[in-house]
T-cell receptor
Framework: LAKTTQPISMDSYEGQEVNITCSHNNIATNDYITWYQQFPSQGPRFIIQGYKTKVTNEVASLFIPADRKSSTLSLPRVSLSDTAVYYCLVGDLYNNNDMRFGAGTRLTVKP | DTGVSQDPRHKITKRGQNVTFRCDPISEHNRLYWYRQTLGQGPEFLTYFQNEAQLEKSRLLSDRFSAERPKGSFSTLEIQRTEQGDSAMYLC????????????????FGPGTRLTVL
């Protein structure tokens, strides 16, 4: 399983765009990149997933360069309710039964 | 509510006692996972079921831990002879994997059971 590295914490202000980058230098050919969000006292929640280039859904965008050794989660116009821990995971979808969560990035959105 | 549910939400026990947690996954999901999370850390994988079969177990799952999913629906996680180091949040998740053409293994997590061992 590919090891991931993320910043421990980030601060932002309401209305700003937040970009959280994850490094995964030893990503394998069959690996996908998945991001989860976790609020205090709750289980993680799936945000977005991708393999290459760019993926966008109603809450976030995921940018993956051609070499796939990193990825960037982009949250447009954050609000206070986006304060949470964000986890980047890399693994083989079809055999991704052992999801390795790191310590994640603690995002704090300030008014 | 058709999400993943866990019971109890909180459990306080004394060292040496046995505890059992229950997880009810989303009904159509055939995969079920257990994780443990301690303060400030991400969830750590413990074990995984596909239907009633336990297919993977982490080395974190010592012989004091046992998990079952008898009918491929709900699951239980039992910890025998609890130790203070077992204090953590125990998370259950479920997913639906329909086969090689499925693009996502999105796991839906329950609210967790917070265990405190005194």
């Amino acid at each position: 399983l590919a090891k991931t590295t993320q910043p421990i914490s980030m601060d932002s202000y309401e209305g700003q765009e937040v970009n959280i980058t994850c490094s995964h230098n030893n990503i394998a050919t069959n690996d996908y990149i998945t991001w989860y969000q976790q609020f205090p006292s709750q289980g993680p929640r799936f945000i977005i997933q991708g393999y290459k280039t760019k993926v966008t859904n109603e809450v976030a965008s995921l940018f993956i360069p051609a070499d796939r050794k990193s990825s960037t989660l982009s949250l447009p116009r954050v609000s206070l309710s986006d304060t949470a821990v964000y986890y980047c995971l890399v693994g083989d979808l079809y055999n991704n039964n052992d999801m390795r969560f790191g310590a994640g990035t603690r995002l704090t959105v300030k008014p | 509510d058709t999400g993943v549910s866990q019971d109890p939400r909180h459990k306080i026990t004394k060292r040496g006692q046995n505890v059992t947690f229950r997880c009810d996954p989303i009904s159509e999901h055939n995969r079920l996972y257990w994780y443990r999370q301690t303060l400030g850390q991400g969830p750590e994988f413990l074990t995984y079921f596909q239907n009633e079969a336990q297919l993977e177990k982490s080395r974190l799952l010592s012989d004091r831990f046992s998990a079952e999913r008898p009918k491929g629906s709900f699951s239980t996680l039992e910890i025998q002879r609890t130790e203070q180091g077992d204090s953590a949040m125990y998370l259950c998740a479920s997913s639906s994997q329909t086969g090689p053409t499925s693009q996502y293994n999105e796991q839906f997590f329950g609210p967790g059971t917070r265990l405190t061992v005194l």
